[in-house]
């Protein structure tokens, strides 16, 4: 399989920018598909579904083979288990290969207690470096690492994002080392009743000190991809703020933060409506000017989670569902080039 798989990537390489640029290319981005055993099973669980590798690769299949899902995709992150299964005798990375589309890999080790029960940090999987070889091998030419950052009056404590963006800047080195482009995702939560104000201070200080790290790190800024939260107000505040408000403060953060090396930041959609999240980023597009990075989408609920009602477990359901979800890719793209 290794060998097969490599022959699409021309040679057996497919070099980190270019695997950038493909998966960047004019309207394209990543379908988040990598939910987690966890997450899967609370994904499915208010459809009344049981989350067994089974359903889940149905469910999978069910997206991932939509026609027309090329032209817009130009990266799938999968879920370990998804990456070992297959779709008619091929795995799931060597058909999405085929069909001219990234195949990527969550390599984080979810989340565990940190200092207490509050804060959460990223495990650190035991068997990083031999896995992100296996990855490798198996055609995964990205990857991804999730933080996940909890707002309050006095959350983020120092001594959690010094030991949770180490994590990160260590994955991104390996990942590097091992010829796969590291998206670094240090996703500042939607929970909780913060304001906008609150939410942009804590994102600009958690990518000023991710960068400086990196930086000190040696990682090389021109081959990872950032994924990053949009600012919001928390989700208990009650307030939603409008997209061109959304735009002007997430724009303004990252421009404060995010050196121009940068080659692409992709938005993660945290929880907001597939409505909000399409039209945030096509407003944040819209506003960008002189941004100086490509600014795209790695949705995960945002992208699937009408499909997934649709479709509901049930094979009848599975043309329906691929409309839907064909639909917002649609307009998630146009979204991308700031054209809805
Ligand atoms: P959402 O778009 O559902 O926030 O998921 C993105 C993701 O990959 C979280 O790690």
Known sequence: MGIHINILYTNNVLPMQDTIQKILAEGKGILAADESTKTIEKRFAPLGLT??????????????????????????????????????????????????????????????????????????????????????????????????????????????????????????????????????????????????????????KVLKILFEKLKSGGVDLTKLLLKTSMVLPGEASGVKAEPLEVASVTLRTLKNSVPPEVPGIVFLSGGQTSDEATNNLDEIVKLKNDAPWQLSFSFARALQSEALEIWAGKDENVVTAQKIFVTRLGLVSKARNGQL
């Not at 909890?150 to 001594?159: E, L, M, R, V």
Request: hydrophobic share 35%; charged share 25%.
């Open 51 to 204: 989350s067994t590798p089974e359903l889940n690769q149905k469910y999978r299949e069910m997206l991932l083979t939509t026609p027309g899902i090329e032209q817009i995709l130009g990266g799938v992150i999968l879920f370990d288990e998804t990456a070992h299964q297959s779709i008619d005798g091929k795995s799931f990375p060597e058909y999405l290969a085929e069909r001219g589309i990234v195949p990527g890999i969550k390599v984080d080790g979810g989340l565990e207690n940190f200092d207490g029960s509050f804060e959460q940090i990223t495990k650190v999987p035991a068997d990083l470096d031999a896995k992100l070889k296996e990855y490798y091998q198996m055609g995964l030419r990205f990857t991804k690492w999730r933080a996940a950052i909890k707002i309050t009056d006095i959350f983020p404590t120092d001594a959690f994002l010094e030991e949770d963006l180490n994590r990160m800047v260590d994955f991104a080195t390996a990942s590097q080392a091992n010829q796969m482009v590291p998206v670094v995702e240090p996703e500042v939560l939607l929970d909780g009743n913060h304001t906008t104000t609150r939410c942009e201070e804590i994102e600009t």
